[in-house]
DNA sequence: AACTGGCCCAACCGCCAGATA
DNA sequence: TTATCTGGCGGTTGGGCCAGT
């Protein structure tokens, strides 16, 4: 059933034709859109108004920006879909000239293959597990591991741990420095916004190892409670990063974060996730983050 | 030249929430 | 308060293009 709109007249479907488009854009831009059920009966369309709303937003304003997607907006999807999942409209609206139909069309034929094909979770973010890796087109990739893409060259970070596996001496390279560590903390320089582990050492990054990731630049280690291997500590994470949501934590609010405040959303996000993201060194090149 | 399979993307579908009668 | 309307959103579909055979 379609929308209710639609069912008062006979319509028309599928693509629409130059003549169409030009009835639309020349009532649009003459009389507006206050209510889109009434735009095909003035404009003189044999289409629902629904069907008008979705060319005129999706194909026709004026407004909108034509062409493939610069690597930087890639990096901006892929970071905000990190945080926020699939809400394309969300995604979209730090995205000027674009879509949410384009951002959607965009992740699902280009990035999630591309995540996929570096051993990554499309939803998640995270690692695929070991056998599904396998299965991918770079079995044997060097891989770099990054806290966050946001993470702030020049800081001070802290990684702390519950397990002696996790040994990070054994594990951070260059360009981090290991400031002091003990048994269960280590405490790191980053130099840049990546760092690079062995291939073979991925396994004891994982995230039952990591209890607590903070930037001591950014956050105090006390602002952050996490309880790993609690039960409901994910249930937790999804809270909190609800409730950041529903306060209005928007991009619009992060952009400002990631240019001149302390705060690291980013790195937070890791620390809510308490997880590793693990990136193919190529690709990390070819991305070329640069916030 | 004809066929096929994969890919891209515009458009549709169904659901939801807020507005309005 | 309830029913209906409307706009917005995310998931899905299918037509057209293109490369490979």
Excluded at 83 to 93: D, E, V
Excluded at 154 to 176: D, G, H, K
Excluded at 212 to 229: F, G, P, Q, R, Y
């Amino acid at each position: 059933m379609g929308h209710r709109c639609c069912s008062k007249q006979k319509i028309k479907r599928g693509l629409w034709s130059p003549e169409e488009d030009d009835k639309l854009v020349t009532y649009i831009t003459t009389h507006g859109h206050k209510s889109w059920s009434s735009v095909p009966k003035f404009a003189g369309l044999q289409r629902c108004g629904k069907s008008c709303r979705l060319r005129w937003t999706n194909y026709l304003r004026p407004d909108l920006k034509r062409g493939s997607f610069t690597a930087e907006e890639e990096h901006i999807i892929i970071d905000i879909h990190r945080i926020l999942g699939n809400r394309w409209a969300q995604i979209a609206k730090h995205l000027p000239g674009r879509t949410d139909n384009e951002v959607k069309n965009f992740w699902n034929s280009c990035i999630k293959k591309k995540l996929i094909s570096q051993g990554l979770d499309p939803q998640t973010h995270n690692l695929l597990s070991s056998r599904k890796r396998n299965n991918s087109s770079y079995p044997n990739s060097n891989s770099i591991l990054i806290l966050t893409s946001q993470m702030t060259p020049n800081a001070t970070y802290l990684v702390e741990t519950t397990s002696q596996t996790f040994s990070p001496p054994s594990i951070i390279q260059t360009p981090s420095t290991i400031v002091s560590t003990n048994q269960y903390q280590t405490s790191f320089h980053v130099n840049s916004n990546q760092l690079y582990v062995p291939e073979q050492e991925q396994a004891r990054m994982l995230p039952e190892n990591i209890s607590n990731i903070c930037s001591s630049s950014c956050l105090d280690t006390t602002d952050v409670e996490m309880s790993k291997n609690e039960e409901g500590s994910q249930a937790q994470v999804e809270e909190e990063k609800e409730k950041m949501y529903e306060k209005g934590m928007d991009f619009s609010e992060m952009n400002g974060c990631f240019e001149g405040s302390k705060f690291d959303f980013g790195l937070l996000e890791s620390v809510l996730n308490s997880e590793f993201i693990s990136h193919d060194i190529d690709f990390m090149d070819e991305l070329a983050w640069n916030f």
